[in-house]
């Protein structure tokens, strides 16, 4: 291994391979290749660590020299087994980009001028204290990150709900995850899954819907490989408007018409029904069935069903009869079926419903606490779950899988937090698209932006950007040039990961611990330090008593104790030495909780296998959701669709890796992926610029001719800054857990005439 491997360096693998091929032979060549793609050279020490950008929450070994993180390989001992994609092996190159924010920033008649942490931090202190005073604490907000520490998100969210008493905490995670946490929530009575990457290994079906695997999330894909591999009768479906790397590789592929498929999902449950392949004994025992107000029958369910008949569906979902019945029969005879879902499901007008419809297929088929059966949605960042979801950093939610709408809630946290009975308010905050449109209104004045880059990222762009102008935006990251520095008032340069200190936790419940291995760039703080310094120029210095990472977990570790996410185990000394943990976790010695709700469990009682311990009578729910057509609906005058999303190997907005050569060499630049037929309909080739249109705005970019695009459908990635794809991109949110559908906007493309100068 270390001959070859001194032969054929990593960059010169990434170089000679595109990023799909690299990581597809790693997919192939087992771990061996990933070893093969580090070994460079000695370096000074090697430190154990976690991968900063997925939700697969990769454990990697960093190797440290002359005080620089030099290499990066994944950690063999970690639940990734050693398996990493190409963009968590261009970690090294990503910590030392250039152009670092290095120094505090203050716009002054236009212009941002370099300025003392001091003025900056006296400006920003005065600007939201003003506004509280004047406007009261609604008036001002924070809109975080899924890629900030836990400890952060969890001293923004205490300062803001619990200090400032606004319930304005929102961020990124809306736009991504709002819809699974909700889903969860209704379903189980609990945010979080029941189910963990372990099922893989088990499962006989996977049931893919609305998730690019193969892009988003590699190692599981490997994964799922291996186990096909392993035993050739695991059948893979996936549901997926697009032919992606992932549907290429599927048994079973099921190309639905954009925003169709929550009828797919009824329908399966209607021939799950028919064919009597459902579970009596488990639904008596565990389920309860609601129309969404009211307990109703069995009966009602099955009589609801029948409008979504396959051959009453079939047609407007694009597939035919059989191919539903097939994958109702798969899904429901298998040993033990997994379904892995994303953003095709989650950002969704009809999102919150689709989780749901999952999780009922599950629950109707006993699919469900035993190995490898399990509805497991794959998050996102990296920290969307323990840093958003758990510490409760959302708007409308508190620690804990607690609601801001229950008063008990309310009150619960009041307590623990040794404030007045009182202090937490009411009504929940502003959800992330609403926060931007309060902005617009200027009910909004003054907001904290921290590890995001909303100026790319929220849909309908231009409506946002103009209501962020009139705000008093405060923006701390790691890079000054961003598309949201460009209407920031202050910026704040923030250290990057492994600059500081803090805990990621990962899909499956997972806490993992990372340690600062190198000092920030020239004056870069920590998000930690900015927040605690916020908190002490507004007067609350003594409320959030936890300065240090490891104060802030050791409070934020008791706090859990008080609600059935109990890690009061998981200790950062634990932490230091083992492969992360999985929670519930209440003590020191338990090993924590691969599946959650079954034996095993702790707050499973003795002698029970399975219990939805979320709701008071122990039963999960199976919802009877009904299809509502999407507005963006295909027109006359929008004849496509537009659907956005994920290339292998660039990061959301591109500031970390559109950076990198290697990276930005093998996703190319931002463009229109188009099938043949549209395209010849259009009279397109290859490289010819289009304009598109839909209801929110009009954009012009170049096209690529795809077979993997189905007729009707345009597909295009959001990591090009100078390709804004958002501004074309719907706004339309799902009416629950107000997540935007960045899936299905109805679009019309034309040959752009580049106007004469
Ligand atoms: N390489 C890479 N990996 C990432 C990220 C990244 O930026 N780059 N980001 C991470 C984050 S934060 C997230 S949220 C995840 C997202 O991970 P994914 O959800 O896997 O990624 P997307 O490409 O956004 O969307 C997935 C698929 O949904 C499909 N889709 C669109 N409309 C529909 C529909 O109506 N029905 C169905 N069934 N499918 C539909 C799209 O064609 C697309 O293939 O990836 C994470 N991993
Ligand atoms: N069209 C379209 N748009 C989408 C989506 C889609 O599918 N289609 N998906 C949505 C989803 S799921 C997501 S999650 C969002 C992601 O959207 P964003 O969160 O806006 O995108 P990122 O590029 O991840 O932004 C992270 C920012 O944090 C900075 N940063 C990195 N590390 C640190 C740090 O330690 N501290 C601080 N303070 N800053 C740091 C980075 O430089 C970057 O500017 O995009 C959403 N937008
Ligand atoms: S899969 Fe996600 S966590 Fe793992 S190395 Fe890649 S980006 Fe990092
Ligand atoms: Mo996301």
Redesign the pocket.
């Known amino acids: 291994m270390k001959e070859t491997s001194e032969k054929l360096t990593r960059r010169h693998f990434v170089k000679l391979s595109s990023g799909v091929v690299a990581v597809s032979s790693m997919a192939f060549g087992g771990w061996g290749v990933t070893e093969l793609l580090v070994d460079e050279g000695p370096v000074d020490s090697w430190h154990k660590s976690a991968c900063r950008f997925?939700?697969t929450g990769c454990g990697v070994m960093l190797g440290k020299k002359a005080g620089k993180i030099v290499r990066v390989r994944g950690d063999k001992e970690a639940h990734n087994r050693g398996v990493i994609c190409v963009?968590g092996s261009m970690l090294a190159e990503v910590s030392q980009l250039e152009g670092r924010a290095t120094t505090p920033k203050i716009r002054v008649n236009g212009q941002l001028k370099a300025a003392s942490w001091d003025e900056a931090m006296a400006l920003v202190a005065e600007k939201f204290s003003e506004s509280i005073k004047t406007n009261g604490p609604d008036s001002v907000a924070f809109y975080g990150s899924g890629q900030l520490l836990t400890e952060e998100s969890y001293t923004a969210n205490k300062l803001f709900k619990a200090g400032i008493g606004t319930n304005n905490v929102d961020g990124n995670p809306r736009l991504?995850m709002a819809s699974a946490a909700v889903g969860y929530a209704q379903t189980f009575g609990k945010d979080e899954p029941a189910g963990a990457y372990d099922d893989l290994d088990h499962a006989t079906c996977f049931f893919i819907?609305?998730?690019?695997?193969y892009?988003?999330?590699p190692p599981l894909w490997e994964r799922i490989m291996i186990r096909k591999k392993s035993n050739p009768n695991v059948k893979i479906i996936v549901?997926?408007?697009?032919k992606?790397e992932t549907a290429q590789r599927a048994d079973m592929y099921l190309p639905?018409v954009?925003?169709t498929?929550l009828m797919l999902l009824n329908a399966m449950a209607q021939v799950i029904v028919a064919k009597g392949l459902y579970d009596p004994g488990f639904i008596e025992e565990h389920v309860n069935f609601n129309d969404g107000g009211n307990t109703v029958s069995w009966e009602d369910y099955v009589a609801f069903l029948q409008d979504y008949a396959p051959e009453k569906v079939a047609s407007e979902l694009g597939l035919t009869p059989t191919q539903i019945e097939e994958a109702a029969f798969l899904f429901g005879a298998s040993k033990a079926t997994m379904s892995l879902w994303?953003?095709?499901?989650n950002q969704?007008v009809q999102g919150v419903f689709l989780n749901n419809c999952i999780s009922s297929l599950h629950l109707i088929t006993a699919q469900i606490c035993r190995p490898g059966a399990t509805p497991l949605s794959l998050t996102?960042?990296s920290n969307a779950c323990g840093g958003v979801r758990d510490t409760g950093s959302l708007a409308h939610i508190l620690p804990g899988g607690r609601l801001v709408k229950k008063p008990e809630h309310r009150r619960e946290m009041e307590k623990i937090w040794g404030v007045p009975e009182g202090t937490i308010a009411p009504k929940p905050g502003y959800d992330a698209v609403n926060l931007f449109r309060a902005m617009g209104e200027e009910k909004v004045k003054a907001c904290l932006v921290m590890c995001t880059n909303p100026a790319q990222s929220l849909p309908n762009a231009s409506r946002y950007r103009e209501a962020m102008e009139k705000c008093f935006l405060v923006m701390a990251d790691i890079f000054e040039d961003t598309e949201t520095a460009q209407y920031a008032d202050v910026i704040l340069p923030a250290a990057f990961y492994i600059e500081k200190t803090g805990v990621y936790g990962q899909t499956e419940r997972r806490y993992q611990l990372i340690e600062k291995l190198v000092d920030p760039p020239g004056e870069a703080r920590s998000d930690l330090d900015i927040l605690v310094d916020l908190a002490e120029r507004l007067g609350h210095g003594d409320f959030i008593s936890s300065k240090t990472p490891k104060d802030v977990w050791d409070e934020w570790r008791k706090v859990s104790a008080h609600s059935v996410y109990n890690f009061e185990g998981i200790t950062y000394e634990r932490l230091e030495k083992e492969r992360g943990l999985q929670w519930p976790c209440p003590t020191e010695d338990h090993p924590g909780t691969v599946r959650r709700y079954s034996t095993g469990d702790p707050f499973v009682q003795e002698g029970r296998k399975v219990q939805f311990y979320g709701k008071p009578d122990n039963k999960a729910v199976v919802f009877l959701r009904p299809y509502i057509p999407s507005k963006e609906k295909t027109t006359e005058a929008y004849p496509l669709y537009l659907?956005t999303?994920?290339?292998?190997d660039?990061?959301?907005t591109g500031t970390m890796t559109d950076k990198v050569s290697e990276l930005n060499t093998s996703s190319g630049r931002g463009r229109f992926f188009i099938n043949p037929q549209d395209a010849f309909e259009a009279n397109l080739n290859n490289g010819d610029e289009i304009e598109v249109e839909s209801r929110y705005g009009k954009m012009v970019g170049k096209v690529e001719i795809s077979e993997n695009e189905s007729p009707g459908v345009i597909?295009a990635s959001f990591f090009d800054p100078k390709f804004l794809v958002n501004a074309v991109v719907s706004d339309q949110y799902d009416p629950v857990s107000k997540e935007p559908d960045y899936?299905?906007t109805a679009v019309s493309i034309k040959r752009h005439q580049p106007t004469a100068l």
């Open positions: 997925c939700g963009k991504c819907i609305g998730s690019n695997t892009e988003s999330h549901v997926d408007p697009r992606t639905v954009p925003g498929d994303t953003m095709g499901i969704r996102g960042q659907t999303g994920r290339v292998i660039q990061w959301h597909f899936k299905v």
